[in-house]
């Protein structure tokens, strides 16, 4: 057990750590060159990661702006149609006040109506024979026709009243 590099056999419940069989020659100048390009590579990295973690905040805020845009462009459809709904009601409703308006209308006019009010309210009756006049008028035409001339003067400016005055129009 005392040395377990050489041993084939186990004898803890870990397992063993599995070692080259050989070990790699070390360069200092490979060595120098490998730790600069890790540390570009590490400098790299990150700046990429937070390039790509600056993008999909970008997209998530985007997608986020575009249905809260969506979203109050609904509530304002809503909104507009439930106001058109309410007008249309209070139409139908006005419509119908109308119709029974006409209705009440027609129905005081009725004939009977007026002869039944005006001998209540007024104290009116019908004609007798004896009150009844009849006149008698000539066929001759009362339209007479125009004597005279009607003369229309149109706005003029002060040269054109000149030039009428002198050549004599």
């Known amino acids: 057990m005392a040395n377990y590099r050489y041993s084939r056999y186990q004898y803890e419940t870990s397992p063993r ?3 080259p069989e050989y070990e ?3 360069e200092n100048y490979k060595r120098k060159k490998s730790t600069t390009v890790k540390k570009k590579q590490e400098k790299v990295q990150p700046k990429r ?4 973690q600056i993008k999909i905040v970008t997209y ?8 809260l ?7 304002l459809i809503n909104e507009s149609f439930n106001e058109n709904e309410g007008l249309k009601s209070d139409l139908a409703a006005i419509e119908k006040e109308n119709e029974q308006l006409r209705v009440n209308l027609e129905n005081s006019l009725n004939l009977s109506n007026i ?5 209540e309210k ?4 019908k004609l007798d024979n004896s009150q009844k006049v009849y006149v008698s008028l000539d066929k001759k035409d009362y339209v007479e026709s125009a004597v005279e001339e009607v003369v229309i003067q149109e706005n003029q400016n002060w040269f054109q009243k000149l030039l009428n005055t002198l050549l004599g129009k």
């Open 49 to 52: 990661h937070i390039k790509r």
């Open 69 to 75: 845009v969506i979203s109050y462009r609904n509530s």
């Open 24 to 26: 790699p020659i070390k």
């Open 60 to 67: 998530v805020v985007l997608i986020f702006a575009s249905l």
């Open 17 to 19: 750590k599995l070692e």
């Open 115 to 119: 002869e039944k009010l005006a001998e």
């Open 122 to 125: 007024l104290g009116m009756q």
